[in-house]
């Protein structure tokens, strides 16, 4: 079946770092990704999606890039901010049949000042 | 402003006691979801709807009922029979089909004594 694999957090970074979550997927098809963010004690929000092999999403300074030839949808900030520390969630559906959204187990990332 | 509103943000309950989540959205969303969130564990799916009257069992359904009588509500019902209620209780929704994107509300904090 579908499954979505996260690297393990937390993620610590100082200000103006570069980011990188590392996200593969597994999948039949061609399934759209997304990246989800969750901000403490909150819901989720969407934070960027791809829809198709090599799309690069892109939101608030974040990237992610579809790739198929490695089944992977890594999230990418070039410099982040303390208002960065949060849950991100990585997720697909196939774009046949029918299913939910399937999450990974999401990596907490803490930026310090 | 349209979205999905969860009440209460904070439910209290005695060991033994059902407890109803209530979610609502003005979205116009035909599908929506519950999902349940432990530390660590990501998001579980509890149970779905893609049409008024009709729901289907997600990946950790025991213990749980949900009815869909109108399109905007779709409340969640944790019973006795749920071995270890406390978490934290997400509803979601999408436009149409289940592999459309999910908007997310602000979530519930259930805490049993």
């Known amino acids: 079946g579908n499954s979505v694999t996260q690297m393990e957090g937390p993620v610590t970074l100082s200000e103006e770092a570069f980011l990188t979550i590392n996200c593969t997927y597994t999948?039949?098809?061609?399934?759209?990704l997304f990246w989800y963010v969750q901000y403490p004690g909150e819901g989720l929000q969407l934070l960027l999606k791809?829809?198709?092999?090599?799309d690069k999403g892109s939101n608030k300074g974040f990237e992610a890039t579809y790739r198929k030839e490695t089944t992977s949808f890594h999230l990418e900030k070039g410099s982040v901010q303390v208002s960065d520390s949060a849950v991100y969630f990585c997720?697909?559906?196939?774009?046949?049949?029918?299913?939910?959204?399937?999450f990974g187990k999401g990596t907490r990332l803490s930026v310090i000042a | 402003d349209g979205g999905i509103t969860q009440s209460p943000k904070y439910l209290f309950r005695k060991e033994g006691q059902n407890v109803t989540l209530s979610c609502e959205q003005n979205l116009n969303h035909d599908a929506m979801y519950w999902y349940r969130q432990d530390p660590g564990q990501g998001l579980r799916l509890i149970y779905y709807?893609?049409?008024?009257?009709?729901?289907q069992k997600g990946d950790i359904a025991e213990g749980y009922s949900v009815s869909r009588e109108k399109k905007e509500s779709f409340p969640l019902t944790v019973t006795s029979a749920q071995k270890n209620p406390t978490a934290f209780y997400l509803c979601?929704?999408?436009?149409?089909?289940?592999?459309?994107?999910?908007?997310f509300g602000p979530g519930t904090r259930l805490t049993v004594l």
């Open positions: 979601a929704s999408s436009m149409g089909e289940l592999r459309d994107e999910q908007f």
């Open positions: 999948a039949t098809g061609y399934p759209s």
């Open positions: 791809a829809t198709k092999a090599d």
């Open positions: 709807s893609q049409i008024v009257n009709d729901f």
């Open positions: 997720a697909l559906t196939k774009n046949s049949g029918n299913t939910p959204l399937v």
